[in-house]
């Protein structure tokens, strides 16, 4: 009975022993794990860059550089059909093109003025956006022909035929001064960038010019083999017309980036596209890129 007692006596002492040891090493592991870095205890750690605050009012300057495509295809149409009205050569030289596509560019430097208002990660806004260029134009000469055009109407002895040989000589030139654009934006905030798309409507100041001189060359083929040919001196004839200053609507659409600098001060960068509406007969699309500094009030 002795012997029993005891090996229960030294029993109950390893067991409050193990006991006072567990609880010992739990505790020293806990204040450990209390110590360790958050992302070691299966967390990630909280930002240290919260999202800014874009809700507000805002201004800046800006430089850039711009491209432009101008389609002279139709621009002298209505020229040369004033040249030929109400003759069997109005159609036929409607349907040429006498001048193609031009390209320019020019640097830039200019303005923006706007409104955010922002809900959360998202920053809705509208924005007035104003660009001076240096020399942003372009400009493009042809000549075409002759054309020959039969004149059915004609008397003409038997067997001869007749037609006319239209010869078109153009140029034209365009140059765009400036442009406002009034965008409607939509972008995300997130921690000091805030990168943002937009649309709206763009209005550009343009001067153009386009003149276009004709003459016709008359051919009459004999049955026998035989021709002669004498110009026309009624379609010997050159006309000019050309508007300085003229506004332009047209619509726009880009992406941008803004990254806030320090305090309320931030960079931003931006590709536009502009497409303007058709001027006497010319139409104008636009690339540009632009880099600015601005201050959110």
Do not use: C
Not at 108 to 124: A, K, S
Not at 136 to 148: V, W
Not at 188 to 206: I, K, N, S
Request: net charge neutral; aromatic share 12%.
């Amino acid at each position: 009975m002795i012997n029993a007692n005891s090996r229960v006596f030294r029993w109950s002492v390893a067991m409050r022993r193990l006991l006072l040891a567990a609880v010992m090493f739990g505790a020293a592991s806990g204040a450990q794990a209390a110590d360790m870095p958050d992302f070691l205890r299966g967390s990630l750690p909280a930002s240290s860059a919260p999202t800014r605050n874009w809700d507000g009012w805002y201004a800046g300057g800006q430089v850039g550089y711009s491209w432009t495509n101008t389609d002279y295809g139709k621009t002298v149409v209505s020229m040369t059909n004033d040249l030929f009205r109400n003759t069997t050569l109005e159609d036929p030289t409607s349907q040429l093109t006498l001048l193609g596509r031009a390209n320019g560019r020019s640097p830039g430097f200019g303005g923006f003025v706007g409104r955010n208002y922002q809900y959360g990660d998202i920053v809705l806004g509208v924005e007035a956006n104003y660009n001076y260029f240096s020399s942003l134009g372009t400009s493009t000469a042809a000549t075409l022909g002759p054309i020959q055009v039969a004149e059915p109407g004609l008397i003409l002895p038997p067997g001869a035929t007749a037609a006319d040989g239209v010869t078109l000589n153009g140029n034209a030139a365009l140059q765009v001064k400036d442009e406002m654009t009034f965008r409607g934006r939509a972008g995300w905030a997130t921690g000091d960038f805030l990168p943002y798309m937009f649309g709206g409507l763009a209005v550009g100041r343009m001067d153009v010019t386009r003149t276009v001189s004709s003459s016709v060359t008359r051919t009459i083929n004999f049955a026998d083999g035989s021709s002669t040919s004498f110009p026309l001196p009624q379609f010997a004839l050159t006309t000019t017309d050309g508007r300085s200053n003229n506004f332009v609507a047209g619509w726009t659409a880009g992406l941008g980036m803004e990254y806030m600098l320090w305090g309320n001060v931030f960079l931003r960068g931006e590709w536009e596209y502009v497409q303007f509406m058709s001027i006497k007969n010319t139409s104008v699309t636009q690339n540009s890129v632009h880099a600015g500094i601005g201050y959110k009030f």
